[in-house]
């Protein structure tokens, strides 16, 4: 009996230890928690700050705002900048702005790491060596006038921690190789505007220009053009055999924004080295806003540009819109081609307050989902005036970066972005 009560004693015993080890090691693991989450508050901020919260609350999706079918749903909150008129996600993956102040750079929750002021700024784009190139003006003193001419600031380590620096500005009329030997047009060369970069997967910068003189029996290009240059700034060459003033699918005319097919992220399957790009034609006089031009070789004239006929496959068992249906758009303000295994191809149209989307057939919306008995593209273009979650006014910019699409909506002051329903995890 002694014995039986000794065995139960000891197990008792041995229970308390136990118990007591658990709680010292529960103790040990609580205190070590909270000096880690401590530790993390100046990453994170604390948990009661507004930054804090806003950083949870990033990639939020409203359930009400789901479709029951495929089509974008807005992922909130949206970043508030005042009147931005484009966006652009880098290969460094920071979210550049374009807005009042200049050039704003955000990561991707949205929290603003800097401000590089460009006077007049209108466009940014990122090239592979993580160079950034901004439109605006430049003042330039000239036979004793000041004139504000059309710019592109090239600039490097815009987004780390040493101090930016604008390494070069390419300033019209003298960037432009053809002008070297013709005189300063003085107000004419002051009417010229930039208006939209693209860069390829050489570092080859896109520039497109539009302007008053279009003669094509002069010396120097027309003002209505894409001009090219080198990685080192060095002006190669301009898309000839784009109409500068007559409106065709091989036209130039008044181009407000181009795209090319090399984008971030860098792929693991490599980036595209297609030489195509979009330009979009903000004139009444062109019947097609927006057109997908091919480099082509001429053995008289040498490397030329030509229209991609293959836009023109309206076949409505496959699709019910079109990129190329006469008069689509209104005022088409910024395009951007996915660089992902959709191609999808984004614009806005700053009159018609609207998001669209293709895909690379010209086809107007997305793919069905896996398993659909659908063989029509979904259409999921959306849009209208206003300040919805739907809505836009005046959007400018636009862009594409792993599954996410970014819209400067100028007159709401916002960053808007959205996701396909079909994307969402």
């Known amino acids: 009996m002694f014995s039986h009560r000794k065995s139960e004693n000891d197990r008792s015993l041995r229970q308390m230890r136990n118990t007591a080890s658990i709680s010292m090691v529960s103790c040990m693991v609580f205190s070590m928690l ?8 100046f990453l ?66 949205g929290a603003k790491q800097r401000t590089i002021a460009i006077p007049g700024a209108t466009d940014v784009i990122q090239d592979r060596r993580l ?29 780390t921690a040493d101090e930016p620096v604008i390494i070069d500005t390419l300033i019209q009329p003298f960037c432009d190789i053809t002008r070297n030997n013709t005189a300063f047009r003085g107000a004419g060369d002051e009417a010229v505007e930039f208006t939209g970069l693209a860069t390829l997967a050489d570092n080859t910068l896109y520039l497109s220009r539009k302007g008053p003189n279009n003669s094509l029996a002069s010396v120097a290009r027309p003002d209505n053009t894409i001009l090219i240059f080198d990685e080192n700034g060095v002006n190669t060459g301009y898309t000839n055999g784009l109409s500068p003033t007559v409106s065709s699918l091989k036209s130039c005319i008044n181009v407000s924004s ?23 034609q903000n004139d009444a006089a062109a ?24 836009l023109l496959n309206f076949d409505t068992t496959k699709a019910s819109g079109f990129l190329y249906t006469p008069n689509r758009f209104s005022s088409p303000a910024d395009v951007f081609i996915a660089p992902d295994a959709t191609g999808y191809v984004f614009i806005v149209d700053s009159e018609r307050d609207s998001l669209y989307q293709f895909t690379q057939a010209g086809f107007e919306g997305v793919n069905p989902p896996p398993n ?34 970014y819209v400067a909506d100028k007159g709401n002051n916002r960053i808007a972005r959205f996701k396909l329903s079909t994307d969402l995890e």
């Open 34 to 41: 909270s000096l880690l989450i401590s530790g993390c508050d």
């Open 258 to 280: 181009i795209a090319s097919f090399a984008a971030p992220p860098q792929q693991t399957f490599g980036i595209s080295n297609s030489h195509d790009f979009l330009l979009l």
């Open 44 to 109: 994170l901020g604390s948990k009661e700050d507004d930054s804090t919260r806003q950083v949870f609350e990033q990639g939020a999706i409203d359930p009400d705002l789901v479709p029951n079918e495929v089509g974008y749903v807005p992922v909130q909150p949206y970043w508030y900048v005042p009147n931005p008129v484009d966006v652009y996600v880098g290969y460094d993956e920071m979210v550049y702005v374009v807005d009042d102040n200049g050039l704003e750079i955000f990561d991707q929750k």
């Open 287 to 310: 019947q097609y806003k927006a057109l997908w031009i091919v480099e082509a070789y001429d053995p008289d004239a040498g490397v030329t540009y030509v229209q991609n006929d293959k």
């Open 131 to 159: 160079h950034t190139y901004v439109t605006g003006r430049v003042n330039r003193e000239i036979g004793g006038v000041t004139y504000n001419l059309a710019a592109v600031y090239h600039i490097i380590n815009a987004s």
């Open 372 to 405: 659909s008995s659908l063989t029509k593209q979904i259409l999921a273009s959306f849009g209208g005036e206003g300040s919805g979650p739907f809505q836009f006014i005046e959007p400018s910019g636009v862009c594409y970066f792993k599954k996410t699409v």
